[in-house]
């Protein structure tokens, strides 16, 4: 498979789905580990199972059901993806970024990313909900950017700026969501990291000692992505166990996905919020 996508792929596959489909979604989410179940709230649903897509990356993992779930959700028309693909998984970076490259053929503005995230700032618990004000692009930093290669100049320049990667709207009508609602919303800074395996406590420290709150192995590639195009992007993480600065504790995915339980309420909750107070894009 080659390592490049190119405009042709990507609109094939915007076009499989857009031939499945009656509506015209204008809102992209995507859920992570354990956190599937927000799908659920969606209404009129058509589903179309990642299996079914041409070259579209397939999640093995437990907790990424692996569908897409297109319908309406508090009066907007929403793509979710149900899981996602992570590097990890043996994917080249750009095919990690391709769902998202999907979306902004489908017309996609604005996109939601979620993930499951261990704690570094030692005052998170798990169960909490992290607004995430900006990232820390590790993989980016080592080579494994999902621009590099040919630039999609339909999508967006070479260059593309990151300063504002999480939409500063999006973010404020968050946080006045969560105060209406009152749910604890967290901010920070969150940072992939490639995985599979979980950090060392020197890692955790490491992170901590340069300013970063959350650690995951997704999000930062989709991210990046969605900005090339200039799309709006707010990005969430559910807190799925405490920070390990000392290794006095063992971190299992498990535990992840039981923190799931503990996070959906509110995220769906938080989620409502903000897509009732964006203009509704038919």
């Not at 093995?60 to 990890?88: K, N, P, S, W």
């Not at 901590?208 to 709150?213: I, Y």
């Not at 200039?230 to 996905?257: C, F, P, W, Y």
């Amino acid at each position: 498979m080659d390592e490049f996508l190119t405009l042709s792929q990507i609109d094939q596959l915007a076009e499989h789905i857009r031939s499945r489909i009656s509506i015209r979604p204008s809102i992209g989410i995507i859920l992570g580990s354990g956190l599937g179940s927000l799908a659920d709230s969606v209404s009129q649903a058509s589903v179309i199972p990642y299996q079914d897509l041409p070259s579209w990356p397939v999640s093995t993992i437990e907790g990424h059901q692996g569908r897409l779930v297109i319908g309406e959700f508090e009066g907007q028309d929403v793509l979710v993806m149900q899981g996602r693909a992570h590097y990890y998984e043996g994917y080249s970076i750009s095919r990690i970024g391709l769902p998202v490259r999907v979306m902004q053929r489908l017309g996609i503005k604005t996109l939601f990313v979620t993930n499951a995230a261990g704690a570094i700032n030692p005052a998170f618990s798990p169960g909490d909900l992290m607004l995430i004000t900006d990232h820390l692009n590790l993989l980016g930093m080592a080579g494994l950017n999902p621009l590099r290669g040919p630039n999609l100049d339909q999508l967006g320049p070479r260059f593309p700026d990151m300063s504002r990667a999480y939409d500063p709207a999006l973010c404020e009508t968050a946080r006045q969501v969560a105060r209406e609602k009152n749910i604890q919303l967290r901010e920070g800074v969150y940072v992939c990291l490639a995985g599979p395996s979980f950090e060392t406590p020197a890692d955790l420290r490491f992170l901590h000692a340069v300013g970063v709150d959350a650690v995951g192995m997704s999000t930062v590639p989709e991210v990046t992505v969605a900005r090339h195009a200039g799309q709006r992007v707010m990005g969430i993480s559910g807190i799925s166990n405490k920070a390990n600065l000392d290794g006095s504790t063992i971190t299992t995915h498990q535990e992840v996905i039981e923190a799931g339980r503990v996070i959906v309420p509110k995220l769906i909750t938080l989620i409502k919020g903000v897509l009732r107070r964006l203009p509704l894009e038919k």
